[in-house]
């Protein structure tokens, strides 16, 4: 008898590797078995294999998550949210990717771009399944009601949750690193990732469409702060709106 069939974690580490069994079974592994993703990346394991896979399972998961929050409106705008969240996305990757390999080599004096790029999308990669799987808690916010704002502090509750999980591998990423700079090296990365994932879903907004909208463009003019949007979010949830904003619910014509 095989003993592959007893631990589904020896299929992920056997000889075969991810090229044999494909780019599913990379994916695969960061839910089941991070640890041993992460030894393979050290390794230098079928790292472009394991880059492309993890870049599309980022671009397919992101677009489901666009879609969802696109159905809020619907039309148009379900599409036009499923391109611009993977978009985003892939910026975010682009912009953490050599911010981390630069500050590595600063702070631990080794990084090499491709193993780093494969950690990088990793992370991202599950932060894409998780928030993915947070996709039927807004279809059923949705179907119960939930006004613009409630659904608009919703998301950004999912998303956070998402992230908590990508920071999590993260964390065991640097934990295989040296030791010296390591919590510089997070808080950097974190940041970086924050400034940049927040900026550039601002800057493609909206997603959800507010309902007092006659039009669903594909993005907005820029104005005001994700940070800003967040507040008066959470304020206009509990009743309480800002009229230079937006007209009052019992205005409206």
């Not at 390794?43 to 397919?60: M, S, W």
């Not at 892939?90 to 771009?113: I, S």
């Not at 709106?241 to 019992?250: G, M, N, S």
Request: with cysteine; hydrophobic share 50%; aromatic share 4%.
């Amino acid at each position: 008898m095989s003993t592959t069939g007893l631990n589904p974690e020896l299929d992920l580490i056997g000889p075969r590797g991810a090229a044999a069994e494909g780019g599913l079974a990379a994916v695969d592994g960061l839910l089941r078995a991070p640890e041993s993703v992460l030894d393979r990346i050290d390794a230098g394991d079928d790292l472009e294999l394991r880059v492309r896979a993890y870049a599309a399972t980022l671009c397919a998961t992101t677009a489901v998550m666009g879609a969802t929050l696109g159905s809020f409106r619907g039309g148009w705008q379900i599409l036009f949210a499923a391109v611009k969240l993977p978009l985003v996305a892939l910026l975010t990757a682009a912009l953490v990717t050599p911010a981390f390999v630069a500050a590595r080599r600063v702070l631990q004096g080794e990084a090499d771009p491709r193993r780093e790029a494969a950690r990088v999308l990793a992370c991202m990669a599950l932060a894409g399944l998780l928030v993915s799987a947070t996709a039927p808690v807004l279809l059923l916010a949705m179907a119960l009601g939930a006004g613009y704002h409630a659904t608009t502090l919703l998301t950004v509750a999912c998303c956070g949750l998402a992230g908590l999980g990508a920071a999590a591998l993260g964390r065991r990423v640097l934990q295989r690193g040296p030791a010296s700079g390591r919590r510089t090296l997070g808080a950097l990365v974190l940041i970086v990732g924050a400034l940049a994932g927040t900026q550039l879903s601002w800057t493609l907004r909206p997603y959800l469409v507010r309902p007092r909208s006659d039009a669903v463009p594909f993005v907005r003019a820029v104005e005001g702060s994700f940070i800003e949007a967040v507040g008066l979010s959470f304020d206009s949830a509990r009743g309480r709106y800002h009229r230079p904003r937006a007209p009052l619910p019992e205005q409206r014509p």
